[in-house]
């Protein structure tokens, strides 16, 4: 059963940064994807980035340049660095994690983190 673990979310002023951090439990698959949701108070949850177990990746156009996704596969961990932070960054941080490749109609992701919080202030 995989499972998944957020930290690193909390409170910064607009300008600073992040690193959110996403520990992964139980994955024995070779190939897979993972990334990073974030949903606002009222507002659909939106996918921030993703990368696959080879490490291409791909963000939303509102985080590039600001955010990067990366893994360390020896710690069982994804990351989510995140610099020049605005306030409408300020959501619910979701990892998840799916035993498929990245790009194709693999449908949903199967596994989701319990969620961070990241709050940026003006």
């Known amino acids: 059963q995989v499972q998944l673990v957020e930290s690193g979310g909390g409170s910064v002023q607009a300008g600073g940064s992040l690193r959110l951090s996403c520990a992964v439990f139980?994955?024995?698959?070779?190939?897979?994807?993972m990334g990073w949701f974030r949903q606002a108070p009222g507002k659909e949850r939106e996918e921030v980035a993703r990368?696959?177990?080879?490490?291409?990746?791909s963000y939303v156009d509102s985080v590039k340049g600001r955010f990067t996704i990366s893994q360390d596969n020896a710690k069982n961990t994804l990351y989510l660095q995140m610099n020049s932070l605005k306030p409408e960054d300020t959501a619910m941080y979701y990892c998840?994690?799916?035993?498929?490749?990245?790009?194709?109609?693999?449908?949903?992701?199967?596994?989701w983190g319990q969620g961070t919080q990241v709050t940026v202030s003006s």
């Open positions: 990368i696959s177990d080879y490490g291409r990746t």
């Open positions: 998840a994690f799916r035993p498929t490749g990245c790009w194709g109609d693999y449908g949903a992701f199967n596994y």
């Open positions: 139980g994955v024995t698959y070779s190939i897979y994807c």
